[in-house]
């Protein structure tokens, strides 16, 4: 099945986040869904380029319905108040694009006591997912199914994986290896 995104349906009404929308496919990501309509929140770590990657899209698309969500994924109070914000909006959520990560960074513990490639690119993301998990639902009981969606973007850089996976006796990682 080819996909194009200018195939996208009218998204107005409909609501996005998609964390790590100030660059990348996640921006891309961010302008498509703006582009077609939607009200998009991109997440972003940098208030700075968060901003630009809105300032950005609204030029090329001057009706464009885009706000800054701010997190910092290797910050899970960071997460926790990013969705508290989002669901005190009392809006419905049509669709998460776990997208934002990190990779083959130096070795290095988060705040919360993980390693920030695993904190930033899974542990992050389940978090927000559980937290918005029942807006979600919410949404989905008044629409056809297969109208709400949650999208989570990786990279073949998994294959790299310890060959044992990931030793859960050590939540840090600190034991199991890093990228070098």
């Known amino acids: 099945m080819n996909f194009h995104p200018d195939t996208l349906p009218n998204l107005?009404?409909?609501v996005f986040i998609v964390t790590g929308g100030n660059s990348g496919i996640g921006y891309y990501t961010a302008a498509h869904l703006a582009k077609h309509g939607a009200n998009v929140y991109i997440g972003s770590r940098s208030t700075e380029k968060g901003t630009?990657?809105?300032t950005e899209i609204k030029k090329m698309h001057?009706?464009?319905?885009v706000h800054l969500l701010k997190m910092n994924l290797m910050?899970?109070?960071?997460?926790l108040s990013?969705?508290?914000?989002f669901i005190a909006l009392g809006i419905a959520l049509h669709g998460l694009v776990n997208n934002a990560g990190i990779i083959v960074t130096p070795f290095e513990i988060t705040?919360?006591?993980?390693?920030?490639q695993w904190q930033t690119n899974y542990l992050a993301h389940w978090l927000l997912t559980d937290c918005l998990l029942p807006i979600m639902i919410q949404t989905a009981k008044k629409l056809p199914t297969g109208s709400v969606r949650i999208v989570n973007l990786s990279s073949s850089g998994h294959l790299g994986a310890p060959k044992g996976g990931i030793n859960l006796d050590d939540p840090?990682?600190?034991?199991?290896?890093s990228w070098k």
């Open 111 to 116: 705040k919360d006591g993980y390693e920030a």
């Open 75 to 79: 910050d899970l109070n960071s997460v």
């Open 62 to 65: 001057p009706s464009a319905n």
């Open 172 to 177: 840090s990682l600190r034991e199991s290896g």
């Open 52 to 54: 630009a990657a809105i």
């Open 12 to 14: 107005h009404d409909k």
């Open 82 to 85: 990013a969705a508290e914000h």
